[in-house]
């Protein structure tokens, strides 16, 4: 009978989690949906849409660890069958080699071509705003100085989309060699969970903004 209720309330619920843009009510309804089995009750399309929101929200968290054991718990005909599903799943895969700036740009469809459905596109959109912030963080802890190019490039955003952000940060914008424009970071305000920025991040963005030069 729980089994069953779960199952039809997946739709109605689920959805206004992520309407709601509430990220830990997404994560606690999916948990528990597996727990009691839920995805047994319901046909695969309804079980990826599960699926799909689960993953996501856990990397909207930057809980890697379990985006990556949840993918490996995703029945195989799951995968084949859901190009979405393995949409995010490739983000989540950049984000464990550390390529921010491939993830961030991975968000923006599935795949080549297409586009997310209306139900994951806020999922979507949510996840490559939370990777533009904890970029903007990491950046914000390491340099005093970077180009505005060499941030779009990171951010896979223009320069004016870079402007924003710093205008929106409080970040000033001065002079560097030959006149191109320089942004000063400043730190960030805490929100939420503190991303993880250790050594390994460090050196990725570093190696990055050495091959930009």
Known sequence: LARRTMAAEVGPELAAAVQAG?????IAFAEA?????G???VSV???????KAHLAAYLIAHDLDN???LWKRVPEGHKAADAELAGLWAVGKLLWTGDRGAAIAACAAPAPGTAWTPAVAPLAARLRECLMEHTLALVARTYTAIAVDDLARLLQV???AVRALAEQHGWQVGAGPGGA????PKALPKQGPPPDLGMAQLAH????????D
């Open 22 to 26: 509430d990220n830990a009510a997404i």
């Open 33 to 37: 949906f597996e727990l009691d089995m």
């Open 39 to 41: 995805h047994a009750g």
């Open 45 to 51: 399309s309804q079980s990826c849409a599960v699926y």
């Open 67 to 69: 985006a990556r054991f």
């Open 158 to 160: 223009d320069g004016a």
């Open 181 to 184: 424009a320089v942004l000063e």
């Open 205 to 212: 963005l570093t190696k990055l903004l050495a091959n930009l």
